[in-house]
């Protein structure tokens, strides 16, 4: 496996249903972040991790729970979600998250449908 | 508040050239970038600004001015591939990138 990794691809759950989502990330970058994108809405930063620490949390509800155990691993950890919730959840790694200059790697993203 | 602003949609012709604008106003300035994202996948990483001026890499050059808050994408001899959304962010004073919500390219033969 090379790059940024994330399953499942596709999930569809109830608001009843506790469910997470993986990223994994084979770059030995020491960052590694959630987004959520909507259509036609830009990126939300939901999460950034450094180090396996969290960083920042940008005021996102407490029905998304993250955990990192390892700089190669992030998981999403959802329940009762709304409908509104559903959305293509992105996970991205970088060198760094204070370098100006280090692009973010995506994985291909979790589409989330909440019924 | 921070902001992104940039076109929602630009249509082009094949072979021709597009320019697709990027506006900020944002908390600090630590670099602007700009991705590519063809619809069901990833964004991907194509240039990265923090100087004034030009950058080129290829068919694709992406220009910079801090003073007046503006950056352009620039792609040139156009490919039916280069049908995507294209993506500017701005990493802020605390080194978070702020997204605007992509401009969708439409070439067109």
Known sequence: ?115 | GQNIDQPTEMTATEGAIVQINCTYQTSGFNGLFWYQQHAGEAPTFLSYNVLDGLEEKGRFSSFLSRSKGYSYLLLKELQMKDSASYLCAVKDSNYQLIWGAGTKLIIKP
Do not use: I
């Open chain 1, 1 to 115: 496996e090379t790059g940024v990794t994330q399953t499942p691809r596709h999930l569809v759950m109830g608001m009843t249903n506790k469910k997470s989502l993986k990223c994994e990330q084979h770059l030995g970058h020491n960052a590694m972040y959630w987004y959520k994108q909507s259509a036609k809405k830009p990126l939300e930063l939901m999460f950034v991790y450094s180090l396996e620490e969290r960083v920042e949390n940008n005021s996102v509800p407490s029905r998304f729970s993250p955990e990192c155990p390892n700089s190669s691993h992030l998981f999403l950890h959802l329940h009762t979600l709304q409908p509104e919730d559903s959305a293509l959840y992105l996970c991205a790694s970088s060198q760094d998250w204070t370098g100006g200059s280090y692009e973010q790697y995506f994985g291909p993203g979790t589409r989330l449908t909440v019924t």
